[in-house]
């Protein structure tokens, strides 16, 4: 007798899991590649690890360390290579490395065992709970309200910083803001993928999306509809075939944007003839 599997209330929380997640990602990530911050991203991944082990260590919930840690990370980057003359470069690797240090000496610190540890590291989105669902519910709300209401600003401020401050007179404070707002869905988004491999879910969908269009808003939209594809099938071909979930979705997004571009070269070279 066949089961069906969404008799399993994981199942329909990991594809909730997988809606909210695409969502988040594909509306920062859309920025995160416009604005070509994909290194300062993964500094604030791999600084929040830092956070974690905070968390571990001090037995509160480690999303809420990583958290924290993240969006420190995230202005600290800032102030080091505005305020303090540091490339932008050499500052995200000194935070990138020192949140990781401190993550690995407080998770050694912690007495006992961590058994969630590799759900951190490389993702577990069979293991999702209902508060990370409502968490990243919550963050898809702020974002589309945010990117909806200033979306124009923020189309400038992706594309050409000079011009957008001729427009607006905030900008040193959009960027602030939007990029807690970037560290924030990273770290919501671990619980997915993982602290090694989120960054991937932030950066392939739009890559994806690029292959049909230019236009911010409709990268936006492809984004999240291929990080949801992607996504979910990545989730169930896991699902039956016993692997890591979070791999998975990477690959199985990876896949897609090699047939995609693919499809894509074979379809110019037929035009051009």
Do not use: C
């Amino acid at each position: 007798m066949e089961t069906n599997i969404f008799e399993y209330e994981f199942i329909i929380k990991g594809l909730l899991g997988a809606i909210f997640a695409s969502i988040t990602a594909g509306i920062a990530g859309t920025y995160i590649v416009s604005r070509r911050m994909v290194f300062l991203s993964g500094g604030i991944t791999h600084a929040s690890f830092g956070g974690i082990g905070i968390g571990y260590f001090a037995g509160i919930n480690p999303v809420i360390g990583a958290a924290v840690f993240g969006i420190m990370s995230a202005l600290g980057v800032e102030y080091l290579s505005v305020r303090q003359k540091i490339r932008e470069d050499s500052a995200i690797g000194i935070l990138w490395a020192f949140g990781m240090a401190i993550g690995i000496i407080f998770i050694y610190l912690t007495p006992g065992y961590t058994p969630n540890l590799m759900s951190y590291l490389f993702g577990s989105i069979l293991t999702v709970s209902n508060s990370d669902i409502i968490a990243l519910g919550v963050m898809s709300i702020i974002l589309i309200l945010y990117f909806g209401i200033f979306y124009r600003t923020i189309l400038y401020i992706s594309f050409d910083e000079v011009y957008a401050r001729t427009y607006s007179s905030y900008v040193d404070i959009f960027k602030y803001f939007t990029t807690s707002l970037i560290a924030l869905t990273i770290v919501l988004n671990i619980r997915m993928a993982g602290v090694i491999l989120v960054l991937s879910l932030l950066t392939i969908p739009p890559n994806i999306a690029m292959i049909f269009t230019r236009v911010y808003f409709k990268i936006v939209i492809w984004s999240v509809i291929s990080g949801f594809f992607g996504t979910a099938t990545g989730y169930i071909i896991s699902y039956f075939a016993g692997i890591p979930v979070g791999a998975t979705i990477i690959f199985t997004l990876v896949i897609i944007w090699v047939i995609v571009k693919g499809i894509n070269h074979l379809i110019n070279i037929l035009t051009n003839k």
